[in-house]
């Protein structure tokens, strides 16, 4: 039993020693396999990538989704399981070296979170509870930022980590009872 927990401990302790800094946009960075694994493993499950045939389906049936959300809260929501999506499939697309549509999927995703900005603007104005909406948020982006950060090879991931550190510090504004939980869950550069 020991033999196998020092199996298994050994590698990990080799990974963490020699964890690669990667550069995004000038700003240095840590992350690493380990990190952009247990992200990938935590954002939302795709079905089909871009490049698959039924790919437009669920595109029309995300907007679909989008137009019969209630309330300004629940389309915020969605918009940010959207971008989980969007990252998700540039990593994945990335990973398959379908390298142009992984600059598709960041431009995407940069505008998906730009229209989580303004509906979660919205909610405000209207005096919604932002609370929870801030909770859920800052969840997904701690895990969408190790694969932003891995995908920092493409023009486009720049505008990318533009318009998520844009999201950190409106939720910040908005919820500032949950700077807190942004500095421990995504931690500045």
């Not at 379908?98 to 960041?106: C, G, I, N, R, T």
């Amino acid at each position: 039993m020991k033999k196998v927990l020092i199996g298994i401990l050994i590698p990990f302790l080799m990974i963490s020693l020699f964890t690669p800094v990667v550069v995004a946009h000038g700003i240095q960075a840590e992350v690493d396999q380990s990190q952009i694994d247990f992200a990938f493993v935590r954002l939302s499950p795709i079905r089909y990538l871009p490049n698959h045939p039924l790919y437009p389906l669920i595109s029309a049936k995300e907007k679909i989704q989008h137009v019969f959300k209630s309330d300004q809260i629940k389309k915020a929501n969605f918009d940010m399981l959207l971008s989980e999506k969007r990252i998700k499939e540039a990593y994945l697309l990335n990973q398959n070296r379908k390298y142009d549509k992984a600059e598709q999927q960041l431009e995407n995703y940069t505008k998906t979170l730009d229209k989580f900005q303004t509906t979660a603007q919205k909610a405000k104005d209207l005096n919604m509870n932002m609370r929870n909406l801030s909770l859920k948020s800052v969840e997904s982006l701690s895990y969408q930022r190790p694969m932003i950060l891995s995908l920092e090879d493409y023009p486009q991931a720049q505008d990318a980590h533009k318009k998520f550190e844009e999201v950190v510090e409106f939720l910040k504004k908005e919820s500032p009872e949950i700077e807190d939980l942004i500095k421990t869950r995504i931690p500045s550069e």
